[in-house]
């Protein structure tokens, strides 16, 4: 009767199949780290258009109802949005309601400075949220439209 040979890795298999992949986990790990950063940037331009869609739609609601004075209100998605001479206020009712920002779903955090008439809009999970953040500055006259910028990099967003 004959034996039936036993199939099987060696040591030496299973420790070269180890090396590889603790090569190949070295070079892909920094790759996936830069990847998030790169995300939380795309994200910000994502946000970025978003509110300046928002603040153009706004106004152009604004214009139709003749709501461009210094206050004024002004329904979109069946919500108010609270205007400052025809643009989103710096308010939760303002421009983050008209962008239809949720600082929970979306992962952000969102403030509102009434002594700045100033909105941030920072992604969280940065290394540092101040250097990967969207600012909407209020308009200040009729004749003039908010301030809105981003800051962030995929390096500073990372």
């Known amino acids: 009767m004959s034996k039936a ?17 603790g090569i190949l986990a070295a070079v892909a790990l920094p790759r996936f780290i830069g990847l ?3 995300a939380r940037y795309a994200k910000g331009q994502a946000i970025l258009g978003s509110v300046k869609s928002a603040a ?9 109802r003749s709501q461009t ?11 108010s949005v ?14 983050a309601r008209a962008a239809n920002l949720d600082a ?7 403030t509102h400075t009434v002594a700045t008439k100033t909105t941030t809009i920072q992604i969280n999970g940065a290394g540092t949220p101040a ?20 800051n962030g990099s995929a390096t500073n967003c990372g």
């Open 82 to 95: 609270d205007l400052v001479y025809g643009y989103p206020a710096a308010t939760a009712n303002g421009i």
């Open 5 to 21: 040979k036993q199939g099987g890795f060696t040591l030496v298999e299973l420790v070269v199949v180890i090396v590889i992949l």
């Open 69 to 79: 004075g210094a206050t004024g209100t002004v329904t979109m998605e069946g919500l």
């Open 131 to 150: 250097n990967c953040q969207i600012t909407y500055v209020e308009a200040a006259a009729a004749d003039a439209a908010p301030t809105i910028t981003f």
């Open 104 to 110: 929970t779903a979306d992962a952000l955090t969102i």
């Open 36 to 38: 998030q950063g790169d």
């Open 56 to 64: 153009s739609i706004a106004r152009a609601g604004a214009l139709v």
